[in-house]
């Protein structure tokens, strides 16, 4: 240990490749697999005095801040590729949310996607532009988006006193909730 943040040798260290689709629960998962059996050699090596810390290259890290709930709300004037990242950012710890019709609710699961048509490239930021058995579509910014992505496409939300739900399970219950802007 060193004083400072994160400013230690480094006694053991592996890496692991992070999926496309990863998302914060599933990452941290996959470091508490990794960690495990690193600390028990770590401790193990440690008693033995058979390691040999590795100084770290302070030029290869960043300090990230504490995340605040209010980095959690969605701006849907953000592109669709930086929302859908959010959202598999911030998964269970502190889930994505907005508000409609004054109610809050989270976002369990989505993902940026482009949808074209008249009605869509006219919609304003934050406008449900399309809604089926299995998603709602929320237009978001594509300006400076190189991937073209100009929506939000929701799959799983929760509403305020529920379980997390499929759109579809959701429908059922409260097809006038969602409706196309």
């Not at 399309?130 to 579509?137: R, S």
Request: with cysteine; aromatic share 4%.
């Amino acid at each position: 240990m060193d004083i400072g943040l994160d400013t230690g040798d480094m006694l053991l260290k592996e890496s692991c490749a992070i999926a496309p689709r990863e998302t914060g629960d599933s990452l941290r998962e996959k470091m508490i697999t990794l960690g495990k059996p690193l600390l028990i050699k770590a401790i193990s090596a440690l008693a033995d005095n058979t390691l040999t810390a590795e100084k770290q290259d302070d030029s290869q890290s960043n300090y990230a801040s504490k995340i605040e709930k209010h980095e959690a709300q969605i701006n849907w004037a953000d592109t669709a590729d930086l929302i859908d990242a959010a959202i598999r950012a911030f998964t269970s710890a502190l889930a994505c949310h907005t508000f409609l019709n004054e109610q809050r609710i989270r976002i369990v699961d989505a993902a940026a996607i482009n949808k074209t048509g008249k009605q869509i490239a006219s919609a304003d930021a934050g406008t449900i532009v399309e809604v089926n058995k299995n998603a709602i579509a929320v237009r978001c910014n594509n300006v400076n988006d190189s991937s073209g992505n100009n929506c939000l496409e929701i799959t799983k939300v929760q509403m305020p006193g529920s379980k997390a739900m499929d759109i579809g399970a959701l429908l059922n219950g409260r097809p006038e909730f969602f409706k196309p802007g």
